[in-house]
């Protein structure tokens, strides 16, 4: 197992040893020498913690990245099989999938029967809905392309009517309508999904 141990810089003490070699380069290279991919750890782990953090949540976010990083190391041949590809785009879609790996595990574990979509996404919660219920909707929203995500909130989350949504985002209230529409079916394809499995 890798483990990275920062200096107080917030730096693995290698950056020198490193300065100008590529991310891919270090890539390749990680396979034989394990100092590559600690560099690659110490480039990007701020990156990576944002984003795992913005999917599974920031309690979870240090265990999403553990796993993205084992799994890169195990597939380390898939990144080889695309020549020419940037280890930034990869490693980041490594991370985003266990991410949500992360998030759909946790929803399988939340019990949810009564298919009441604004139950699970909306802020006006009944008494009994449990704080986890709320979470898997805070990250199911999360999940939802910008534009319909902003707009649930608003009108799920902060109770809004149509024309304050439209003021406050100034756009048309028919294009609120839309956003609604879809967002509220790219949900219910979500939780489709995650209750398949």
């Given amino acids: ?54 999917i599974a949540g920031y309690q979870n976010a ?7 990083f084992v799994r890169m190391m195990t597939f380390h041949h898939r990144f080889h099989s695309y020549p020419g ?8 879609m490594v991370v985003r999938n266990s991410a949500l790996t992360h998030v759909e595990k946790a929803a399988r574990q939340v019990p949810y029967e009564d298919g009441r979509l604004e139950d699970l996404i909306g802020g006006r919660e009944p008494e009994d809905k449990s704080v986890e219920l709320r979470q898997l909707g805070e990250k199911i929203l999360a999940l939802l392309p910008r534009e319909y995500e902003s707009v649930m ?24 309508k839309s956003r609604l529409f879809r967002g509220r079916m790219h949900v219910a394809r979500l939780l489709r999904r995650l209750t398949a499995r």
Avoid at 62 to 68: G, H, T
């Fill in 62 to 68: 240090e265990d999403v990245l553990q796993d993205a």
């Fill in 1 to 54: 197992m890798l483990i990275v141990k920062l200096n107080s810089a917030g730096t693995n003490g290698l950056e020198n040893q490193f300065l100008g070699v590529s991310d891919e380069d270090l890539f390749f290279r990680s396979e034989k020498e394990r100092e590559c991919f600690a560099e690659l750890v110490v480039r990007h782990h701020g990156k990576f913690l944002g984003l795992a953090a913005r």
């Fill in 153 to 176: 909130q608003c009108r799920y989350w902060d109770d809004l009517g149509l024309e304050e949504i439209a003021r406050g985002l100034k756009i048309p209230v028919g294009t609120v």
């Fill in 85 to 92: 590809s940037s280890f930034l785009n990869w490693a980041w």
